[in-house]
């Protein structure tokens, strides 16, 4: 069973710096690709940052400059360096990855969610 657990979201002010975790775990062939979505409230979920094949990694425009994505590939984890937070920053934030189980037996996963709140 795979599973995937979000942590260090909280409460930070307008300007301020989070680091988000994702932690995962279960048994599992590799990890592809991990990526960070968010859900503001009353918003559909969007995508974040996603960390691609060949070191690349992808930003939506909203975020890029402030946060970085990152993954510890020993220890199957990913990271969101969050800077500079805005409050438009605010909404609940998913870990996401795609995961191979098996040969041929590869899919996403989702995190719980961590809610991250900018104040002004």
């Known amino acids: 069973q795979v599973q995937l657990v979000e942590s260090g979201g909280g409460l930070v002010q307008d300007g301020g710096s989070l680091r988000l975790s994702c932690s995962a775990s279960?048994?599992?062939?590799?990890?592809?690709?991990m990526g960070w979505y968010r859900q503001p409230p009353g918003k559909q979920r969007e995508l974040v940052a996603a960390?691609?094949?060949?070191?690349?990694?992808n930003y939506a425009d909203s975020v890029k400059g402030r946060f970085t994505i990152s993954r510890d590939y020993a220890k199957n984890m990913g990271y969101l360096q969050m800077n500079s937070l805005k409050p438009e920053d605010t909404a609940v934030y998913y870990c996401?990855?795609?995961?191979?189980?098996?040969?041929?037996?590869?899919?996403?996963?989702w995190g719980q969610g961590t809610q991250v709140t900018v104040s002004s």
């Open positions: 996401t990855a795609f995961i191979c189980v098996s040969a041929g037996g590869c899919r996403d996963y």
């Open positions: 279960g048994s599992f062939l590799s990890i592809i690709t």
């Open positions: 960390s691609i094949s060949g070191g690349r990694s």
